[in-house]
């Protein structure tokens, strides 16, 4: 399905179209990727990671995506994958809010402060990794 | 820019409804910080000035992705959930 992104992605503001793309692979990953440009991201659905997520999406950005409430909407975080795959990360702090309805989506920066840009996927592997459980991981390029 | 002095616990008002106040001004590993709070009405978006820039760079970042990266982070969620893994 495609989707039109309101201002783009920060960035990558002068790209607007992009599509949602099923992964090969079963589970909760998905590709984001712009229509006419070679780019794309990996996405996630965050509540099967974090199931305190629940963010306020601002009004303003709502109503940008042509919405009136957040139930209307799907979130996505966009995921950053590093050397190490374990130590991916997934931007909490600017989460992409897609209605599939209105066809529009927008990347939404929360209140500073509430949550990471950087939130891990796995911490227990993340956790598992600097008590030197298994392994020596690759530590990541972010911090 | 207009630069007005401010002690600790001292304020300036922007517009009648936004309130920034200096509510500390410290010291940490040697190098001088100042706490500010901000009293605004919601709709204003208040960030930190390097937030675009980092979030910039994140996208950036997370762009730099292939094939293979997907395959091994749900290889990796599987692991955690412990599901069968020969899909």
Not at chain 1, 37 to 62: K, N, Q
Not at chain 1, 101 to 110: A, F, I, P, T, Y
Not at chain 2, 24 to 32: D, F, K, L, N
Request: net charge negative; hydrophobic share 40%; charged share 25%.
């Amino acid at each position: 399905m495609e989707f039109i992104c309101i201002e783009g992605l920060l960035g990558f503001e002068n790209i607007h179209n992009y599509r949602l793309v099923e992964a090969e692979e079963p589970g909760p990953f998905m590709w984001l990727e712009a229509v006419d440009a070679d780019l794309r991201f990996i996405v996630a659905e965050p509540g099967l990671f974090w199931e305190d997520y629940l963010p306020e999406i601002p009004r303003e950005d709502l109503e940008a995506i042509g919405v009136d409430s957040v139930s209307e909407t799907r979130l996505l975080v966009i995921v950053t994958v590093p050397c190490d795959p374990l130590w991916a990360t997934g931007n909490c702090f600017a989460p992409i809010v897609v209605c599939e309805e209105s066809g529009r989506m927008k990347q939404v920066l929360l209140r500073d402060g509430d949550y990471p840009l950087k939130a891990h996927l796995f911490p227990e592997c993340v956790r598992n990794r600097k008590a030197g459980v298994s392994g020596a991981g690759t530590n990541s390029t972010q911090r | 820019m207009l630069v007005l002095t401010r002690r600790s616990g001292e304020s300036i008002v922007i517009n009648d409804d936004i309130k920034v106040t200096v509510v500390s001004v410290s010291t940490r590993s040697g190098r001088p910080y100042v706490t500010l709070g901000i009293t605004a009405p919601a709709k204003y978006k208040i960030f930190r000035e390097e937030i675009y820039e980092e979030i910039k760079r994140e996208n950036q970042a997370a762009s730099v992705v292939t094939a293979g990266d997907l395959s091994a982070l749900s290889k990796a969620w599987l692991k955690e959930k412990e599901l069968p893994q020969d899909q």
